[in-house]
């Protein structure tokens, strides 16, 4: 996963938050946005800000007291409070392929009625189940032939997470994959509510199923999918373990409009950040993963003592962790995905043995790396539903 360029944030504040926050503005019977976007404030101004926020509680009680302040300030933020009502779910499933301890499916669901989330899901080929899941949401780039669920590295990553005993579900983010294909734009000011919408429902679509175990229920990402993973675990109950990867930063917000373009870390007597978002995990197993050349690089010193004081109001500072990888950059790289595979398998009871080759390392290399083309949910085969809606739609919340 490859670092986005500096120009792609600055064309999404230019041409997608700024013209809404003038918009708020304008409308002056609304509290107007608190958008925390990018690098919002400095590295010594996000110590201080943890530094207030940790005098506000001082056992278990009041910081569960403050997350779900948390909580209800993401719901509320993107405009999830009430939830939607929930739609038939409608799930499409087809194009099986076998392979050396897994297979592959394509996917859909409805998130809303007529709209689609897409991907594939990755299964166990050994093993009756009901098997642990582990949703897999995809970052940013913008090369359309090296990007979201079709990279050789996420198809890694989901077939070993499979060949230990998971039910794998590899997810494209809004305007990405299928979505595209169809028109849908990622860019737009409402983009972080449909695709932590999507996240929610993409849960409703494993915790449905007979081979699921919905009590081992986890999510990984790096980057926005990385931002994905945390607020997913803030709001939703059901995720059991979470590792969000290169994403968890005191003082960068996410440059995207799917990770800060709504407000969600501040509005009037609110304020968060991605640290504390993170740490409304706890007490459920979650690792951070980080490295030394991103918005990341002082995980071991500030974010990480901060998520762990609050595990440690709950007796469980066992169960977060790190890794840190001051050499590398921003993406999922082999080191950062074999950490995962031994945290999920520790947590969710996952065999490692299954992946393992000769030498004793995890095995990558037997992974079949498919085309995009074989990946795409809806084809000139299997065709988009004739009551599917386009970007344009009439949403249930427009």
Same mark, same amino acid.
């Given at each position: 996963?490859?670092?986005?360029?500096?120009?792609?944030?600055?064309?999404?504040?230019?041409?997608?938050?700024?013209?809404?926050?003038?918009?708020?503005?304008?409308?002056?019977?609304?509290?107007?946005?608190?958008?925390?976007?990018?690098?919002?404030?400095?590295?010594?101004?996000?110590?201080?800000?943890?530094?207030?926020?940790?005098?506000?509680?001082?056992?278990?009680?009041?910081?569960?007291?403050?997350?779900?302040?948390?909580?209800?300030?993401?719901?509320?933020?993107?405009?999830?409070?009430?939830?939607?009502?929930?739609?038939?779910?409608?799930?499409?499933?087809?194009?099986?392929?076998?392979?050396?301890?897994?297979?592959?499916?394509?996917?859909?669901?409805?998130?809303?009625?007529?709209?689609?989330?897409?991907?594939?899901?990755?299964?166990?080929?050994?093993?009756?189940?009901?098997?642990?899941?582990?949703?897999?949401?995809?970052?940013?780039?913008?090369?359309?032939?090296?990007?979201?669920?079709?990279?050789?590295?996420?198809?890694?990553?989901?077939?070993?997470?499979?060949?230990?005993?998971?039910?794998?579900?590899?997810?494209?983010?809004?305007?990405?994959?299928?979505?595209?294909?169809?028109?849908?734009?990622?860019?737009?000011?409402?983009?972080?509510?449909?695709?932590?919408?999507?996240?929610?429902? /993409?849960?409703?679509?494993?915790? =449905?199923?007979? *081979? @699921?175990?919905?009590?081992?229920? +986890? #999510?990984?990402?790096? %980057?926005?999918?990385?931002?994905?993973?945390?607020?997913?675990?803030?709001?939703?109950?059901?995720?059991?373990?979470?590792?969000?990867?290169?994403?968890?930063?005191?003082?960068?917000?996410?440059?995207?409009?799917?990770?800060?373009?709504?407000?969600?870390?501040?509005?009037?007597?609110?304020?968060?950040?991605?640290?504390?978002?993170?740490a409304v995990a706890a007490p459920r197993p979650m690792m951070i993963i980080s490295n030394g050349k991103d918005w990341t690089k002082n995980t071991p010193e500030v974010e990480y003592p901060y998520i762990r004081n609050v595990y440690g109001l709950f007796g469980?500072?066992?169960?977060?962790?790190?890794?840190?990888?001051?050499?590398?950059?921003?993406?999922?790289?082999?080191?950062?995905?074999?950490?995962?595979?031994?945290?999920? /398998?520790?947590?969710?009871?996952? =065999?490692?043995? *299954? @992946?393992?080759?000769?030498?004793? +390392? #995890?095995?990558?290399? %037997?992974?079949?790396?498919?085309?995009?083309?074989?990946?795409?949910?809806?084809?000139?085969?299997?065709?988009?539903?004739?009551?599917a809606v386009g970007p344009k739609a009439d949403l249930p919340w427009n």
């Amino acid at each position: 996963m490859q670092l986005a360029p500096k120009h792609r944030i600055v064309f999404l504040m230019t041409t997608v938050l700024l013209p809404w926050c003038g918009w708020a503005a304008e409308n002056t019977e609304t509290e107007k946005p608190q958008l925390c976007v990018g690098n919002y404030q400095t590295e010594a101004q996000a110590k201080e800000q943890l530094a207030r926020f940790a005098s506000t509680y001082s056992n278990r009680s009041e910081w569960q007291q403050r997350a779900r302040q948390i909580r209800e300030g993401i719901l509320r933020g993107a405009e999830l409070t009430p939830l939607p009502k929930k739609c038939p779910l409608n799930p499409i499933v087809h194009s099986r392929r076998e392979y050396e301890g897994y297979s592959v499916e394509n996917v859909a669901f409805e998130s809303l009625p007529g709209v689609f989330v897409t991907g594939n899901l990755y299964r166990p080929t050994k093993g009756t189940g009901p098997f642990a899941a582990v949703l897999c949401p995809h970052g940013h780039w913008s090369n359309p032939n090296d990007y979201g669920r079709f990279r050789p590295d996420m198809q890694k990553r989901c077939a070993i997470f499979a060949r230990m005993g998971a039910v794998v579900f590899a997810y494209d983010m809004v305007g990405y994959g299928d979505w595209a294909n169809a028109g849908w734009d990622h860019r737009g000011p409402k983009m972080l509510k449909l695709q932590l919408w999507n996240s929610i429902r /993409a849960v409703d679509y494993l915790a =449905s199923r007979p *081979d @699921v175990d919905p009590k081992r229920i +986890a #999510i990984t990402g790096a %980057s926005g999918g990385g931002t994905q993973s945390f607020l997913l675990a803030a709001v939703d109950d059901r995720i059991a373990v979470s590792i969000p990867v290169v994403m968890v930063s005191a003082h960068f917000f996410g440059g995207c409009v799917c990770e800060s373009g709504m407000p969600i870390h501040k509005a009037r007597n609110y304020e968060t950040s991605n640290v504390e978002i993170a740490a409304v995990a706890a007490p459920r197993p979650m690792m951070i993963i980080s490295n030394g050349k991103d918005w990341t690089k002082n995980t071991p010193e500030v974010e990480y003592p901060y998520i762990r004081n609050v595990y440690g109001l709950f007796g469980a500072a066992d169960k977060v962790e790190y890794a840190h990888f001051p050499e590398e950059g921003h993406d999922y790289g082999r080191s950062k995905r074999v950490g995962a595979y031994k945290f999920l /398998a520790r947590h969710l009871g996952l =065999s490692l043995a *299954d @992946v393992i080759d000769a030498t004793g +390392a #995890i095995d990558e290399d %037997s992974v079949a790396i498919e085309p995009k083309d074989k990946l795409y949910v809806f084809t000139q085969d299997h065709p988009r539903p004739a009551h599917a809606v386009g970007p344009k739609a009439d949403l249930p919340w427009n």
